[in-house]
């Protein structure tokens, strides 16, 4: 059974840079099959993409974040990270880390989510 | 604004069939597969239906989702109360809005 667990701080404050982790278990991130993702939703709000990586380090990332975005991968650790900068307080959300059918808007396990607050 | 159109709402008595619409375009759902997600309140979403009308292991057969040109729908037979929940559907998107669009979700009520 795959299991993903998001590490990082719950406050951030504005202007700074959010930093979470996504723990991979059960599974490898080294894998050709999936890709490894990030998903935020805002209290009260609905799903939005983030962007995914591939093993061999190729991202792809939601347009509209892409300038402030950046998803790593540790194959070594067999986890994968998201970097957010400049954030305000529109990026307070929760952070879900997914696994990602290559090519596809399918996610087939999920994280349990990480509230990340943007407040000073 | 979300890329696919849901309604923001949808509601039923137990044991009704209910219907939640989802709306996009050539680009997304026009040229791939829908995937619908069920998030019941405070926990992660979970996988419901891909590839437009597939269910993974353990979801039950009320659950059912067909697509037609650039829209999809998601059917819910015999409801039950704990099938009140947000639902999002999603898709692969071509344009320079993706690679992938969610829907803006669906409360979901049972009465």
């Known amino acids: ?120 | 604004q979300s890329v696919l159109t849901q309604p923001p709402s949808a509601s039923g008595t137990p044991g009704q069939r209910v219907t939640i619409s989802c709306s996009g375009s050539s680009s997304n759902i026009g040229s791939n597969y829908v995937y619908w997600y069920q998030q019941l309140p405070g926990t992660a979403p979970k996988l419901l239906i891909y590839r437009n009308n597939q269910r993974p292991s353990g979801v039950p057969d009320r659950f059912s989702g067909s697509k037609s040109g650039t829209s999809a729908s998601l059917a819910i037979s015999g409801l039950r109360s704990e099938d009140e929940a947000d639902y999002y559907c999603a898709a692969w998107d071509d344009s320079l809005s993706g690679p992938v669009v969610f829907g803006g979700g669906t409360k979901l009520t049972v009465l």
Do not use: M
């Open chain 1, 1 to 120: 059974q795959v299991q993903l667990q998001e590490s990082g701080p719950g406050l951030v404050k504005p202007s700074e840079t959010l930093s979470l982790t996504c723990n991979v278990s059960g599974g490898s991130v080294s894998s050709d099959s999936y890709y490894w993702s990030w998903i935020r939703q805002p209290p009260g709000r609905g799903l939005e993409w983030i962007g995914y990586i591939y093993y061999t380090g190729s991202t792809n990332y939601n347009p509209s974040l892409k300038s402030r975005v950046t998803i790593s991968i540790d194959t070594s650790k067999n986890q994968f990270s998201l970097k957010l900068s400049s954030v305000t307080a529109a990026d307070t959300a929760v952070y879900y880390c997914a696994r990602q059918l290559a090519a596809a808007a399918h996610f087939d396990y999920w994280g349990q989510g990480t509230l990340v607050t943007v407040s000073s």
